[in-house]
């Protein structure tokens, strides 16, 4: 697969997560996928999950939120089978709290699929908002 294809997935899987389609995400990720959050502080924020409790959570972040979160992704490099993205989130809690992050998301391919991401994001924006509750 060409890196151009890798930047498409990328762009799907970011279009997919602020529909909350997870049936287009379960179609984007390879069976084996990996996600992990490279917060290091607070320690709930530290935590790796599978394909299906990365879908799963969509529906918990949902239940938090009045809609699903704006994701703009802001560019991309890309080399081999890995693309680097920088992306931001925006959306409005169900208490009227704003939850806005940055992240730099490091997505691998194995064939045509994402097998693994690795997530750095604002772990101080994420937990003044969520707080533990996931």
């Known amino acids: 697969m060409s890196i151009s294809e890798h930047k498409k997935i990328v762009e799907e899987y970011v279009a997919a ?5 997870a049936d287009a995400l379960a179609n ?9 959050s490279k917060v290091k502080k607070p320690q709930w924020l530290a935590f790796s999950s599978n394909k299906q409790q990365l879908i799963d959570s969509l529906g918990m972040l949902s239940t938090q939120l009045k809609a699903p979160l704006t994701m703009t ?4 490099v890309a080399e081999d089978d890995k693309v680097a993205a920088e992306v931001e989130s925006y959306g409005e809690m169900k208490d009227g709290r704003i939850y806005n992050n940055a992240y730099h998301i490091v997505f691998v391919f194995t064939n045509d ?18 707080g533990g509750q996931f």
């Open 17 to 21: 997560m602020g529909r909350d389609d």
């Open 28 to 36: 984007l990720l390879s069976d084996d996928f990996i996600f992990h």
């Open 73 to 76: 992704l802001h560019s991309m």
């Open 113 to 130: 699929k994402i097998s693994a991401i690795r997530e750095y994001s604002c772990s101080f924006t994420a937990n003044e908002v969520f």
